[in-house]
């Protein structure tokens, strides 16, 4: 069988389910790739997804815990936030890790951009990492009640391994920045 790169999809019709500042539902009937009639929903973001991996002049990294609504549970995650379409996002990075953090950095590079859930969602990721930090106070939004904790960036690739850190973006930043620093690039 051989495959093309085109679109199998046929979109029959498309109703609007739910929708909301952050996030959009809809419902479409199709035509499947077997060509039978089925049905297919897509969360749509209005959002970017912004996550920063920080590391300071002796390789510590800030994490950021928080209780997580949708999961009913705790999470360690890396500094993380909402970037607006169609605004640079390094300016929402840099908006994000001051507001949770308190800190400012100079050096920025966009270390990887991922597709978080393209089964049933369109949410992009862009991730970070940051050096040549300032403490500055943190920022946080009246929705976000955290604990910041700075960590050697070791114990965070450990508590990646162990599954203490389960937030994809905080899990795929913090391989990335790990095999980074074993490749000599940090």
């Excluded at 996030?23 to 996550?51: C, M, R, W």
């Excluded at 390094?90 to 908006?95: I, M, N, V």
Aim: glycine share 6%.
């Amino acid at each position: 069988m051989q495959h093309t790169h085109e679109n199998p999809w046929k979109i029959v019709s498309e109703k609007e389910v739910y929708d909301n500042p952050w996030i959009n539902l809809t419902e479409y009937q199709v035509i499947n790739p077997s060509d039978k009639p089925g049905i297919y929903g897509k969360v749509h973001f209005k959002n970017l997804a912004i996550g920063i991996v920080v590391l300071d002049e002796d390789m510590h990294t800030y994490l950021v815990g928080q209780y997580r609504f949708p999961l009913n549970q705790y999470s360690w995650e890396i500094p993380e936030g909402g970037g607006i379409l169609g605004i640079d996002p390094l300016d929402s990075a840099k908006r994000e890790l001051l507001e949770e953090t308190g800190l400012k950095a100079e050096n920025w590079i966009e270390i990887q951009r991922l597709h978080l859930s393209n089964s049933v969602t369109d949410e992009l990721s862009i991730l970070y990492l940051a050096r040549n930090l300032q403490q500055f106070e943190a920022e946080p939004e009246e929705t976000e009640q955290l604990q910041v904790k700075k960590i050697p960036f070791k114990q965070a690739y450990e508590m990646v391994c162990n599954g203490q850190i389960t937030d994809a973006m905080s899990v795929a930043a913090i391989m990335k920045v790990q095999l980074m620093i074993l490749e000599g690039k940090i």
